[in-house]
């Protein structure tokens, strides 16, 4: 993707939660304490067991889960206590990627890719699909960066998971992201598609320059892609720092047991 393309993106975000503590309705704490400071820029993997809080913080960031107290801001925004209208302007430079890639099955690969451009299209021109050609020509640019360009007229659901996952990754781009955030993009994909993905979120990171935030439950993904990685356990960080020096000691603090000669092949 060219510097064109993005000339009119905004400057990417950091991220920065202070004392964060997020309680469901239920009681349940999803994030406990949580403090972190994530520059613009930068990638991130957040690791951890099922259940520690990896969902809930992306979804805290995008503004999907009230923080109940602390302070978080994401890029010029301050999320903790936002209005919802304020809160509709940040997601507008957020891209999101799922595990189940949420596309439009029966659409094409074009029309999934220009509901990126949804935010900052005027009412109308949405109702009438008239995309401008800007939109158009960035809906290109994202598909041709994550070589999906040639099925462009296929339905979304004639793909393969991981060509779904890179529709899925150039709508995110059309929208000319801030920040991208994902969560367990490759969770459903065989290991080599897996490589794929993550070597494409860490294209869009280093070269335009995003702040990509990615969940992952695996460690050796991380230690491959995450230049930085965040390990949870129960709502809380229990280890902030490069993954390739996680130690034994981390790992059991990560995920409660220690590594394994099996883990240690993997990594
Ligand atoms: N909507 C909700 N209401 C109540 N509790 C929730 C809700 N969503 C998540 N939780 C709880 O918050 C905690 C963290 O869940 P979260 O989904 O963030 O974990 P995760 O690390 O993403 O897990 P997984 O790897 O299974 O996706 C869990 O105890 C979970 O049961
Ligand atoms: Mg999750």
Same mark, same amino acid.
């Given at each position: ?7 009119a993106?905004?400057?990417?975000w ?13 009681g ?21 067991l ?7 913080l ?5 503004? +999907? ?5 602390g ?6 925004h ?7 209208r304020?809160?509709?302007? +940040? ?5 999101m ?16 890719? +220009? ?37 462009l007229?296929?339905?979304?659901s ?8 890179r ?21 459903? +994909? ?13 294209r ?31 709502g ?10 996680a ?21």
């Amino acid at each position: 993707m060219g510097a064109s393309a993005s000339a009119a993106a905004p400057t990417p975000w950091s991220i920065t939660l202070d004392d964060v503590t997020v309680r469901y309705p239920n009681g349940t704490v999803g994030l406990k304490n949580v403090s972190l400071d994530i520059p613009s820029g930068s990638m991130v993997a957040v690791v951890g067991l099922s259940g520690s809080g990896k969902s809930t913080l992306i979804r805290t960031i995008n503004g +999907l889960v009230p923080v109940t107290s602390g302070t978080l801001d994401v890029g010029e925004h301050r999320v903790s206590g936002a209005s919802t209208r304020q809160l509709r302007r +940040l997601r507008g430079d957020i891209g999101m990627v799922f595990q189940g890639f949420n596309l439009a099955g029966r659409a094409s690969v074009l029309q999934n890719v +220009l509901v990126g451009r949804l935010a900052h299209t005027s009412l109308w021109r949405t109702l009438l699909g008239a995309y401008s050609e800007s939109d158009r020509q960035l809906a290109y640019r994202a598909l041709e960066s994550v070589g999906i360009l040639p099925k462009l007229y296929a339905r979304a659901s004639e793909l393969s998971g991981g060509q779904q996952q890179r529709v899925a990754i150039a709508r995110a781009l059309t929208q000319q992201p801030a920040i991208v955030l994902a969560d367990e993009p490759v969770a459903s +994909l065989d290991p080599p598609t897996a490589h794929g993905v993550m070597a494409d979120l860490r294209r869009i990171n280093h070269d335009l320059g995003i702040t990509v935030l990615v969940n992952l439950h695996l460690l050796d993904l991380a230690r491959e892609y995450g230049v930085r990685m965040i390990g949870m356990r129960a709502g809380e960080v229990v280890y902030d720092g490069p993954a390739a020096s996680a130690s034994d000691a981390d790992f059991e603090s990560i995920y409660g047991r220690s590594i394994s000669p099996e883990d240690r092949l993997r990594a």
